[in-house]
């Protein structure tokens, strides 16, 4: 008598109430380990997101090339960079851009402690305020439990992305572009950098912002009037946010 593998047998099926509960299981473990990660929309509305910055040579570069295509977008700042370039921060304000939290320092936050999560919180929400907006996006990506809690606790909405072009190690322009092309779509977070902020993780990095400038230009141009490219507020008030699991260490 042959003996079914696991792949060979069908996942029983679950009654009316059974899966009422798990969609209620699954929902309240996004609660508690999940990010926003796009939208639902019938629009034609992309949200492009710059992390690490602000930084008084590239960003400036980057609000140039997004005044020209009447763009908006969202910054995820380091709090220690803003504080050293508040002029820089105001700068992007006055352009009509978000500002939000990625941290003071860039630490990852599954090895800090839970009060060491919520200073880096308070102290990088100081130097971006009176602009900051309640969003929070994890040094690279970094999420547990814990440390998503610590951000809902201080009135965070954690956001993440649906496309990463991987720009902190992508030195082709032309590539970028094509992963750009490729991935977005109605609704998408863009995962790109303004900045690079050098952290504590010991890799190679592309820390020059020239591809990325260069593909962001040529993607502007080549998609000119197919997107609304709008802020993540923007985003989340005119589609249904999309919340995934996402509880990364490494």
Request: some cysteine; proline content about 7%.
């Amino acid at each position: 008598m042959s003996s079914a593998s696991p792949d060979d047998l069908e996942a029983p099926v679950l009654s009316p109430g059974l899966q009422r509960v798990q969609r209620l299981v699954d929902g309240l473990y996004r609660s508690v380990a999940g990010a926003i990660v796009s939208v639902e929309t019938r629009e034609p509305l992309v949200a492009l997101t710059f992390d690490d910055g602000p930084d008084p040579t590239s960003t400036p570069l980057v609000l140039k090339l997004l005044e020209r295509y009447a763009a908006r977008a969202t910054f995820f700042m380091v709090g220690a960079a803003a504080h050293r370039h508040p002029q820089v921060v105001r700068a992007v304000a006055e352009a009509g851009h978000a500002i939000a939290n990625h941290s003071w320092d860039h630490a990852s936050f599954p090895s800090i402690s839970g009060r060491q999560r919520r200073t880096q919180l308070r102290w990088c929400q100081r130097a971006i305020r009176p602009y900051g907006v309640r969003l929070f996006r994890p040094p690279y990506g970094h999420q547990t439990i814990a440390s998503h809690l610590d951000a809902r606790l201080l009135g965070f909405q954690v956001v993440g992305w649906s496309l990463a072009v991987t720009d902190w190690h992508e030195r082709d322009p032309d590539v970028l572009v094509a992963r750009l092309e490729d991935g977005v779509e109605p609704g998408s977070i863009v995962l790109l950098h303004d900045s690079i902020f050098r952290g504590e993780l010991d890799q190679p990095m592309q820390y020059g912002r020239g591809p990325l400038l260069e593909a962001l230009e040529t993607y502007l141009e080549v998609t000119k009037g197919q997107f609304e490219l709008v802020t993540v507020p923007e985003l989340l008030r005119r589609g249904r946010p999309v919340v995934e699991e996402w509880v990364v260490t490494e």
